[in-house]
């Protein structure tokens, strides 16, 4: 089972700032086995939205239409630490943020063929991490 920790988040950030998300991956089940790490977010009362994904295969990355642009996914496989870093932030950003990942090879192509990021397709979720925009 694939052990995920979201940090970096609580507080507030203001309307156009930035803000860096940290997830570490705890083995058993991570080093080589994991495909794909997303960045998910939910606002209360609304479904989970996928924010982006890594690739780790070919180092593909995905956003979705409204973080393209603003967000940067990235990873550091020596650290096992997934990052999101967040920059133009607005008010419609806030949210809970997760980190996900999952085991399946053909994660990526999933999401490509489904053209979103389907929360159903990650097996592996951290507790997540609030994001305020004010």
């Known amino acids: 089972h694939v052990q995920l920790v979201e940090s970096g988040g609580g507080g507030s950030v203001q309307t156009g700032g930035s803000l860096t998300l940290s997830c570490v991956a705890s083995a058993p089940g991570y080093t080589g086995d994991t495909f794909c790490m997303a960045w998910f977010r939910q606002v209360e009362g609304k479904e989970r939205e996928g924010v982006a994904n890594?690739?780790?295969?070919?180092?593909?990355?995905y956003y979705a239409d409204s973080t393209k642009g603003r967000f940067t996914i990235s990873l550091d496989n020596a650290k096992k630490t997934a990052y999101l870093t967040m920059n133009g932030l607005a008010p419609e950003d806030t949210g809970m943020y997760y980190c996900?990942?999952?085991?399946?090879?053909?994660?990526?192509?999933?999401?490509?063929?489904?053209?979103?990021?389907?929360?159903?397709?990650?097996?592996?979720w951290g507790q997540g991490t609030q994001v305020t925009v004010s």
């Open positions: 890594f690739y780790r295969n070919d180092g593909t990355k």
């Open positions: 996900a990942a999952d085991q399946d090879p053909a994660c990526y192509f999933k999401i490509r063929a489904l053209g979103f990021m389907r929360p159903s397709l990650f097996h592996h």
